[in-house]
């Protein structure tokens, strides 16, 4: 099976808006997202979202719940996600100062112009998220584990299960 490359993405909402970026794909088209991103080797998926956000738009993340987690398999470029979508806030909402040298703008959309982007939106997986966010749908950040030590981990809970 080919490798499945594991993302996080951000639903930042505030007065009926939801922040956006505008990107150049890998084919150069432009296209909408949310912000995202890969997860980087000996990172939870926790802190890749934030360090995602802080590049993409500038501004400081603080997840709050988890949306979902999805699979996209294969999409249309022939490879397969795994996204964990989260909410949560951001300071200074106006303070947008992208540092990815791959987004080209930042915006507040509402939903209608979500839609209207059609197929410039990066995948569909910018309405699956969306779509479970507007339906409520919300997880603890306690369900997602990071184990960066196995054996420490493993150990941990044996000394712990009855």
């Not at 808006?17 to 080797?41: C, I, K, W, Y």
């Not at 080209?104 to 059609?118: N, P, R, V, Y």
Request: net charge negative; charged share 20%; with cysteine.
């Amino acid at each position: 099976m080919a490798p499945i490359h594991i993302t996080v993405a951000a639903i930042i909402e505030h007065n009926n808006q939801f922040l956006m970026v505008e990107e150049r794909d890998s084919n150069g088209n432009t296209v909408f997202n949310q912000p995202a991103g890969h997860v980087e080797l000996n990172e939870s998926l926790t802190d890749a979202v934030i360090r995602e956000v802080q590049e993409e738009t500038g501004l400081e993340f603080s997840p709050k719940n988890i949306i979902g987690h999805y699979l996209l398999s294969p999409a249309t470029n022939g490879k397969h996600y795994y996204r964990t979508c989260y909410t949560g806030t951001v300071e200074n909402i106006n303070d947008l100062q992208p540092q990815d040298s791959d987004i080209i703008a930042c915006h507040w959309l509402t939903i209608e112009q979500i839609k209207s982007l059609g197929r410039q939106l990066r995948s569909g997986l910018v309405l699956n998220c969306l779509h479970d966010y507007l339906r409520g749908e919300r997880y603890p950040l306690s369900q997602m584990h990071y184990i960066d030590d196995e054996v420490r981990a493993a150990q941990m809970c044996y000394n712990q299960l009855p």
